[in-house]
Structures are given as structure tokens and as C-alpha cells.
């Protein structure tokens, strides 16, 4: 328990209340404006009964009270927090750039930070520096909790390097350090001021739970032993040894196959019986197949996508109907019926070709200008993806109108009351325990908002970018529109759907053949969506663990600050130290992967541009009749949900079944099916039968599990991997079955259905 437990607010006590506010309860939820699939009215009662959330999952991993005199914006947690900001940025920039890779995620910062503030609190002097006490006492949830957030924000690379590296790259220009730091603030920080202004609608409800959130609150607690009502009563080993017996496990193991015997990552079984059957290996693979094989051993693919204890099962269910429709019935018929001459190709493949069947080669269609040669294009060949990428992109074209129609159906009610409800007005525990802190004023979001813009304008304007201001504001207006729905959609199923295709195909026709400015477009219209939802989950494990919100302002936005600078500054170091950087033959493994991809998408739908592909008479003009079928589907969902409310249909959500998938490529079936059959075992089986198991160890088991894995990978990479060039092993353990069996098949060869003799598809183009 924390030492300042004596002084622990009663105002979340777990008293029974009387009859009457029972009877209040059972008759009128106040949870949610909208038919909530994770509602369950019996579950919610006790939680309203007990002064707590009325959601299960939430009672098990976040307590019901708060103590406002535990320290949290201490000097401590400050110094330990611009630690992380600078350390674990700076590291994953620098191997971004390499592969093999590795990347230190939030949860090393949260695991790591633990013994750093103990070790800091028992051998720091208790002294004051101008004020500023060196050692406030133990070291407490709430500091531990601001580093983690702090560490969180900043901890993947900031997408707009990828442009700056990029410009250096494919399109040989270097503007100075001032256009590349306005650039990522920019594209960092309108992110975070509309995620604050979207407070009201995704963090204070109820309803939004960020799934995601319970599993870093459930380590929080587990490590600083806290006891709370919503753990249960069940008896057994405690937490605490339950996740220290779990994290071992997990960390020892994965050194089996994520390096001595990979085969079990990769445990495509029955193509090992047939190697060279195509057709087996292109349904049972995980490489290049379609994943029937159904099993792995290696977390690490299991979690890829998201955690699957922390995902609701209905939101499982249905990624799970989208991944057998979509990819074990549709995809096998257009690939067999040799639909976009898929059968010259792979059926699963992360790949683009050309009518060889060689990747396609984007630098023989570019002019000397960097733009379209379109003689070149004409002689060289058409653009064509696997089945399943082009399913990919229906997919994507099908969520996006498939949200705005599910939103307003479903959501206007939620939204409009949440654009009028305060927070002391919410009905959540949580929120009302948060009402007592000073809240953060909406203009100050609203300043960042407008000093971001200006230093985008100025971005656009000062250097030649070829991008028009309507486009920057129209990107804006796009992530604007979509940030509620699509937050609420992830809030609720732990799935987020995806701009970074509508952005593509909407620059790729409004401004042809400019790809610096197709990037610039996608990184405002996609990350400013995406950063606003991040902060805003990062808002609402604040507001679970009761961390005051101006704290959590100012940590916010310096670590983005810090965090986006110091990636910058190691990338520019890189670019001037490491010779022959992002070549292909670069005798270090800096061969810049992320950026060769980011700038093949650049010519492929800057300069090649989407007309050539999906427009009406092109090759993939037909996956615009999935904007027509994303529309219309939740919309038949809505009309049978009228006629029979508590049916079924209550938990079929279609963007999610459209989006579930969107991480096809580069993800494979290996990350889905596996993922699901663990879903249903442990948020549908045990939840239903062991519900006090669950309760007590669910998210903590998760949160073993991802700590195990993070800490293995790290070790691996720079024990095993990283040093001497990768060639620890390279004559044993790398050469040895287990470690080659998966690769020596059709499927880990990526072979198609047809042998090609010549060129392929049409004659012209």
C-alpha cells in the first residue's frame, strides 16, 4: 500500500447503498447514449451499487478512490520523465533506420522506471535545492504513472522524419533544421490540442474505455500494491507473484522462437508436410498464405496487431467474421478465378509488381524532376498488388464511409449530450473524483492549436514544397471530421480505423504528381487523427490513475517537444556521420526499410497517382463500389437493430469488421487467427465461467506477457543480434531446422500460382 494510504479520500467507499438507490439503479443506467455492446445491466449494477464503474474490466483494473495529497509533479518525476523523453526517442530513431530493428516501447520506460524510483528515493538525500526537495519520500503511483505517460508520448518515431528522410533519399533535398522542427511540432502538437478539446466526448464518459489503458493500470498496481474492491475477493497467489512468475516465463521464453527455433513462431505445420504444394501452402501459410494453420507459440505475433485480453470478445468477433470473409472466402475466389491477374502473384504479399513479377521498380517511371515519365511508365509497366493488398484497400475504402454512417446512426445522441455535459456531470466515479481537480482550459489547447498552424504555414509557404494552404486545411478538416467517431469506435472495441488510405486517394486526385506535397497531406490529414487519439488515451489513463490535468498538460506537450527534437537532431547526425546510409548495401544495416517504403507510397500515389489505379476503367476501379457497401452496411445493421433491439445485432459493428483488419499488410494471418482463438478463450471462456480468475489475474496476464516480450526482445537484439554485424549464430543456431523449416516451403518463398514466362496483364495501359 502507498505510505500516504492514511490519508485516503472515502469518497469511492464500496458501502451498499439502500434500497431505493438500488431500485434507482436497476431502473435508469446512466452509462451510455448509445446501445453499449460492452454493457452488461446485471455487471453494471454491482459496479453502480459499489460507488465504481459500471464496466467489469474497468473495476478490475483501476481503483475507485484517489488520494489527492499522494505527490505526483515532483522533481523526481521530472528528471526521471525527460529521461525517458530523450533516451527512448533517441535510441528508436537511431534504429529505425536499421534491420534488423528494435523498438523500446512505453512499457520498458514504465517496467524500468519502477526500480529507478525506489533506488532514487533510498539513496537520494532528503534535501531542498532553492525549494525544489530532491527526495519527496517513497516513490509513488502517481509520479511512476506521469514518467510512463511522459516516456509514451514520444516513444515511436515521429512521422514526419520519415518525410525529411525521405526528401534526402528518393527526391535529394536537404532543407535546413528549421523547416524539419516546425514540420514534425506541427504535425506532432495539432494533434494533441484537438485531442484536448475532444476530452469531453472521448476521455470523461464512461462508455469510452480505452481497453487498451487497463492493462497499463493493472501494472501500475500490481507493482505498487495496491489493493482495491474491484480485484475481487478470490484467494490464491497474489498478484504481485502472479505477474513476477508470468514476466519470467514469458521473458525466457521467447528467446525459443523469436531465436533458437523461429519454426514455432512460424508454425505453418501442414505446409512442412507439403513444402511444395502451391495451393497448400498458400492457404496454410503465415509468410505469404492465408493463415489456416492456426497456430503460433511466440506471443509476439499474437500481440502484434493489439492485445487480445484487453480487447473486448464481441470487438474480437467481429475482426475475426471481417478476417473469414474477407480472406478465407472473397479472397481465395478472386485469387483463383485469376481476377487482377492475381495468380501471377503471391496470394499474400506486402509487395508491389510489375508484369515480370518483380518488385516494382518506382525509379524507372521518374522523370529527372522527380515527376511522372509518363513514356517510361507507358514502357515499363502497370502497377499491380497481391489480392489480399488489394482487398486491403477496399477494406480501408469501405471503413471510412462505413464510420460516418455508423456515427451518426448510433453515436449522435452520445455526442450531442456529451457537447453539454460537464465534468462533475458525468456518471463515473472517476469522472466526478477528477471534477476536483483545476481542470485545463480549452484555450489553451486552442493556443497550441493556432502556434502549430502558423508554423505549418510558414513550413509551406518559406520553402518550396509545391503544396497549396487549401490542401494543409483541408487535411485538417478531414482528421477534424473523423476524430470523434473514429475515437469513440476505438474507445469502445480497442480498434482504430485508419485515414491514411482516404488521405492517399484524396491528395493523389487533388493535387497529381506533386509527392512531396502527397506526404505532407497524408501526415496532416492521417497523424494529426491519429496523435489526437493517442494523447487522448493517454488522457484517460490519467484520468483512471487521478494524475491532476495541468500536470498532465505540461507533460505532454514538453515531451513532445523534447521527444520530436532530439529525433531530429539523431537523424541528422546519422545522415552527416554514416556513410552510405539507406543503401541496400549499407555494411551496417542501416538500410533505412520504413523510408524506402514511405517513399515508394510517395511515387506510387504522388506521382503515378491514384487515377491510374482505381479510377472507373482502371485495373482496381471496382474496389470504389466498397465506399457504396461501407456505407450502406451499418445502416442495414441500424434498421434490423430497431425491430429486434437485443439481438445479435447489437455486436456487430461494422467498421470494425471493415478496419479489424487493416494492418494486412504488413501484418499476416498469423497476427489474426491465433489472436482470436486466444480472444475467445480468455475474454469469452474463462470471463463467462472463472469470472473471479479473470477479475483478479486477466489484465495483469497481459501486462506480464507484453513486459516478458518487451524486455526479451531488447536482450536478444543486443545480446545476440546487434553485436559483430549480426553473426553471433549465423553458422549454427541460424542454419539449424527449426530456423528454416517455415522458409524452405511455397509459402516462405512467396511463390504464385502460375509460373511467369515473359510479362503478364494488359497490353496497354
Not at 497448400?280 to 502484434?304: A, C, H, K, P, R
Amino acid at each position: 500500500m502507498s505510505a500516504y494510504a492514511g490519508h485516503s479520500s472515502t469518497t469511492g467507499s464500496i458501502e451498499k447503498v439502500d434500497s431505493e438507490k438500488a431500485a434507482l439503479a436497476v431502473g435508469a443506467l446512466p452509462l451510455a447514449d448509445f446501445d453499449d455492446p460492452n454493457i452488461n445491466k446485471e455487471e453494471a449494477i454491482t459496479g453502480i451499487l459499489e460507488d465504481d464503474s459500471p464496466y467489469p474490466e474497468v473495476r478490475s483494473a483501476v481503483s475507485n478512490t484517489d488520494d489527492m495529497s499522494i505527490p505526483v509533479s515532483t522533481f523526481r518525476a521530472w528528471v526521471m520523465g525527460f529521461f525517458w523523453v530523450i533516451i527512448i526517442p533517441g535510441l528508436n530513431q537511431f534504429f529505425y533506420f536499421r534491420y534488423p530493428s528494435v523498438n523500446l516501447t512505453g512499457m520498458v520506460a514504465q517496467l524500468l522506471s519502477f526500480p529507478m524510483g525506489r533506488l532514487w528515493a533510498a539513496v537520494m538525500p532528503n534535501i531542498s535545492v532553492f525549494g525544489v526537495h530532491l527526495n519527496p519520500g517513497p516513490f509513488t503511483i502517481k509520479e511512476h504513472v506521469l514518467i510512463t505517460i511522459m516516456a509514451t508520448v514520444g516513444w515511436q518515431s515521429a512521422y514526419a522524419t520519415d518525410i525529411v528522410a525521405v526528401q534526402r533519399v528518393f527526391y535529394h533535398q536537404t532543407f535546413n533544421f528549421s523547416y524539419q522542427w516546425m514540420l514534425v511540432m506541427s504535425t506532432q502538437l495539432i494533434g494533441f490540442s484537438l485531442g484536448g478539446v475532444m476530452r469531453r466526448f472521448l476521455v470523461l464518459p464512461p462508455s469510452m474505455i480505452w481497453p487498451t489503458n487497463l492493462v497499463n493500470c493493472a501494472l501500475f498496481n500490481t507493482l505498487h500494491a495496491q489493493s482495491y474492491a474491484g480485484m475481487g475477493n478470490r484467494g490464491g497467489i497474489s498478484r504481485e507473484r502472479f505477474f513476477l512468475y508470468v514476466f519470467c516465463g514469458g521473458c525466457a521464453w521467447y528467446f525459443v522462437p523469436g531465436y533458437l527455433f523461429q519454426a514455432l513462431s512460424w508454425f505453418t505445420w501442414v505446409c512442412w508436410i507439403a513444402p511444395d504444394n502451391v495451393v497448400v501452402n498458400q492457404l496454410f501459410g503465415y509468410e505469404s498464405g492465408l493463415g489456416m494453420s492456426l497456430i503460433t507459440f511466440d506471443w509476439s505475433q499474437i500481440t502484434y496487431v493489439v492485445n487480445p485480453l484487453a480487447t473486448p470478445w464481441w470487438s474480437e468477433a467481429n475482426v475475426l467474421v471481417g478476417f473469414v470473409f474477407f480472406f478465407w472466402i472473397l479472397t481465395p475466389l478472386l485469387y483463383y478465378t485469376n481476377t487482377w491477374y492475381s495468380k501471377f502473384l503471391p496470394i499474400m504479399s506486402r509487395t508491389s509488381y510489375d508484369n515480370t513479377g518483380a518488385a516494382y521498380n518506382v525509379t524507372a517511371i521518374l522523370g529527372t524532376d522527380g515527376t511522372l515519365n509518363a513514356t517510361a511508365y507507358e514502357e515499363y509497366s502497370p502497377l499491380f498488388l497481391s489480392t489480399t493488398f488489394a482487398v486491403s484497400y477496399g477494406l480501408s475504402f469501405a471503413s471510412i464511409t462505413a464510420t460516418i454512417t455508423h456515427a451518426v446512426l448510433f453515436f449522435r445522441k452520445q455526442i450531442w449530450a456529451q457537447s453539454r455535459r460537464s465534468i462533475d456531470e458525468q456518471p463515473d466515479i472517476h469522472a466526478r473524483l477528477m471534477a476536483r481537480y483545476r481542470q485545463v482550459p480549452e484555450w489553451w489547447y486552442l493556443v497550441v492549436f493556432v502556434v502549430m498552424f502558423v508554423f505549418g504555414i510558414i513550413v509551406i509557404e518559406v520553402w518550396p514544397t509545391e503544396f497549396p494552404v487549401w490542401g494543409f486545411v483541408l487535411a485538417l478538416i478531414i482528421a477534424f471530421f473523423y476524430i470523434i467517431p473514429i475515437g469513440m469506435i476505438q474507445a469502445i472495441t480497442n480498434q482504430q480505423v485508419g485515414l491514411n488510405v482516404i488521405t492517399e486517394l484524396v491528395v493523389g486526385y487533388a493535387i497529381p504528381g506533386r509527392p512531396l506535397a502527397m506526404m505532407l497531406f497524408k501526415t496532416w490529414g492521417y497523424i494529426t487523427m491519429a496523435q489526437a487519439l493517442q494523447f487522448a488515451q493517454d488522457f484517460k489513463l490519467g484520468h483512471y490513475m487521478k494524475i491532476p490535468p495541468r500536470t498532465m498538460f505540461f507533460a505532454q506537450v514538453s515531451a513532445a517537444v523534447i521527444a520530436g527534437t532530439v529525433q531530429l537532431a539523431v537523424q541528422a547526425w546519422m545522415f552527416t556521420n554514416i556513410v552510405d546510409i539507406c543503401s541496400t548495401t549499407q555494411r551496417d544495416g542501416f538500410i533505412c526499410p520504413n523510408t524506402q517504403v514511405f517513399g515508394t507510397a510517395s511515387i506510387i500515389w504522388g506521382v503515378i497517382g491514384p487515377q491510374r489505379q482505381f479510377s472507373p476503367g482502371q485495373m482496381y476501379g471496382g474496389l470504389l463500389w466498397f465506399f457504396l457497401i461501407g456505407a450502406l452496411c451499418p445502416f442495414t445493421a441500424w434498421l434490423i437493430s430497431l425491430k429486434w433491439p437485443n439481438s445479435i445485432i447489437r455486436y456487430i459493428n461494422f467498421p470494425v469488421i471493415f478496419t479489424g483488419t487493416s494492418g494486412i499488410p504488413p501484418a499476416t494471418a498469423v497476427n489474426y487467427v491465433p489472436w482470436a482463438i486466444v480472444g475467445f478463450i480468455f475474454q469469452y471462456v474463462i470471463r463467462r465461467r472463472h469470472f473471479s480468475w479473470w477479475t483478479k489475474y486477466n489484465y495483469v496476464l497481459a501486462a506480464a506477457l507484453d513486459s516478458g516480450l518487451a524486455i526479451s526482445i531488447v536482450l536478444i537484439f543486443f545480446c545476440l543480434q546487434y553485436p559483430m554485424n549480426g553473426t553471433i549464430g549465423a553458422n549454427t543456431v541460424a542454419k539449424w531446422w527449426g530456423n528454416n523449416v517455415f522458409l524452405d516451403t511455397a509459402d516462405g518463398k512467396s511463390m504464385s500460382y502460375y509460373t511467369i514466362n515473359g510479362t503478364f496483364g494488359p497490353s496497354t495501359w
